[in-house]
């Protein structure tokens, strides 16, 4: 079944094709556009840095929260307008936008600023339909959106965002590439005596020569090359007792604490999410440290590409996330191959998990509701367990096309194990 | 498998999480906040000591955290107990969901929260805002931010230990990408470099981009600034020098004269206006809190119009003289500004 796992996934790459952003711009904008029509929206306000990228195609930084609220660029966009307001400092002449000063909305001083510049581009607010994603306090206390109709944003971007352009695609994949070269640049350090932190390190190292040799050279969260997510190398226990204690009684995973000492033997579940243009790529497996899997981790695998190949199997438009679910279940003797607090498959773009989400506690009758169509991107992360042997985890990330679906990235390795 | 040992840093975290907790409950009765629901990491992770998986940049708003006034208790949002403090209780733990029914349900079920008058939020979406609604129907919305940020804003000494240990990582990062620059390595080698160093002391977080860049080949001036998060306290340190061959630059001692000038301004009672004068020279600086990350206040030529220096804030303080730039985290004592 191994083997079979690798033959469809190299049928199916990704389509080769050069990104091109300032058309990727255009066709987010429209789309956005279309969603405030539908919703009756005149205005929009937008915070969440995945949204101001999607409005104003300003890549989000890839730097700690405290950063990003504080210095965050703001996007403001207003029905029949051809191009965003976007509030920031040192944006690049390539972006097609009205420029204005950075908007600083979480200090009183910039609320306020922020309210008299709606109003000067969007005129008086009450009365009148509004979106945002999220107001700070200090938005709060200036009554920045006083006498508004306020609507949820991420309604409107969700929807948007839920199946990507050509281009976004080819961000995602080039994500992805880069993501999986650099992963397989240190997996030989992954060995007994090694710290997660030096494993993380190498990788995050390499990062910065990956950035390089793509010639963008403008550094980690300039745009390409930023790494999303603290490098997860957590070497898993062997039973879920010997876990953490969990409110959902399965394991843990991924806790982001503590820096373990890789010893021999230890599988290790690793996770790490990098972005290009702002997409974020989604590299799972697990590794084993220090010998070849045993006969039944093997096991663990060979039932976790079944799984794989029963769902790539059913996946195409009009297939729905239960239908995704009911294979991944068949190929496990009917037990849900997945984690209980996370999904069989999220969707992945701006945010490193978005819709489409398949297998939540949303319920059944959510993922019967979820209609696969083509642009949407599907990370499928099956997890089979086996207490006492452990857990086996990786994920691929695809999308679907009119006929069918296509690999993103470039087709790592599983080893230590192998198809 | 084996797990971290306690690093140094970690010495005596029981009594930092005390402290904080009870600073934030303190500033809760204050302002007659009867439940407050943060949803930023860094909020939750000073309230409550809780730790997680670190990501880069915004999160759409969630009650990751609720601290409830009377019976005095702390719930947290994490699926496990790893990186949860031992005194919030398992019990007090509710678990990641994806529905907004059971994140409700899990909300109503914490005494106290159903009753609140007065609810504080850090930040607020709209969906946030219906259900507060709906779970404490009596409760007037408070943002809740400005309290928060008071009650952090002047440091423990726990915690200024914390920052130098932090300032000492960063000093690392900058120390190797500099030399690595010297050596000939290109800006990404030595950016490397940095964080090869940082992990190596167990560190891969950063706080702030990393900067390294070559400002003037002619005269081997080189520009790094790192700043990183150690035990979820913010160290950074920023550097124009000249690589040793490329002759001295008499731009770097302006920068250094500037940056003190400004320094020795940072003192208990100061205003922007104080602030400003004292960076007349400068093309570029800007002087902001920190802590757990980037923390007002925030001054600048054109920021911080009611900002108030106080003794034991630490302050990030940034200038830029003719295109060399020099930046130090420093604690405000009460008769001197003490540069980590």
Redo the contacts between chains.
Sequence with gaps: MGAELGRVLAERPAPAGAIDAARMRRERYARLHAEMARHGVEVALL????HVAYASGLP?????????????PVAIVVAGEDRPHLLGDDIGPALDVERHAAA?P?????AAALARLLAEVAGPLAGRRVA???????M??AGVLDGAT?????HLLGAARLTKTPDELACIAEAQRRNEQAMLAVQHLARPGA?R??V???F???L??L??DAGA?A????GTG???????FQ???RTVAD??????GNV?F??????????EG?LVWVDTGIEHLGYASDYGRTWVVGRDPSRPERQLFERWCEVMVSVLDVLGPGVTGGDLCRAAEAANDGARPWLP???LAHGLGLD?AEMP?VG????PEFDDGLVMAPGMVVVLEPVIWADRVGGYRAEEVVAVTEDGWCHLGGGHPYAPFTL | ????ATTPTTAGDAELRAARRDRVFAAMATTRLDVLVLG???SVAYATGA???????????GAACVLVARPRSTHVL??????VPPEVP?GH???????PA?MAASLAAIPGLPEARRLG???????FERAAHRLAPGAELV????VLRAARAVKLPAEVDRVRAAVAVAAAGVEAATAALAADA????A???A??A???????????????QVVDRASSLIHVDI?L?VDGY?GGLGRTVALPGGGSDARSAGVVVAQRRLLDACRPTATARDLRAAAGGATRWMV?GSG?????P?VTHT????AVVEQGMVLSVEVEVEGLRRRDLALVGADATHVF
Excluded: K
């Design positions: 915070l969440h840095g995945p989000v930084q890839a730097v700690d929260v405290t950063h990003a609220i504080f210095e965050r600083w979480e200090l009183d001083e910039g945002v994603d999220e107001q700070t306090g200090a709060l206390r306020v609507v949820d944003a991420s710290t932190s030096e993380a390190g190498a995050l190292a390499r910065c020569d950035d390089l050279g550094g980690a969260g300039a930023g790494n999303l997510i603290d490098p997860i070497p898993m226990p876990g953490p204690r969990t409110t959902t843990a991924p806790t982001g604490v503590g820096d373990p000492t890789l010893a230890d607090h996370f999904y490193s989400l939540t506690d949303l319920g | 498998m084996t797990t971290s930023r990491r860094d730790r997680s998986l670190w990501t880069a940049g915004t999160r759409p708003f994490s699926t496990w107990d790893a990186g398992f733990l509710y678990g990641i969901t994806w529905n059971t939020v850090d930040a607020l979406s709209p969906g943002p809740a931010d400005d290109t800006p990404g080698e950016r490397a470099a964080v090869v940082a992990a190596a002391q167990g560190v891969t977080v950063p706080s702030s981009a990393p900067v390294v700043g998060l913010e902001r757990m990350g980037f923390e007002p925030v920021l911080g119009e009611r």
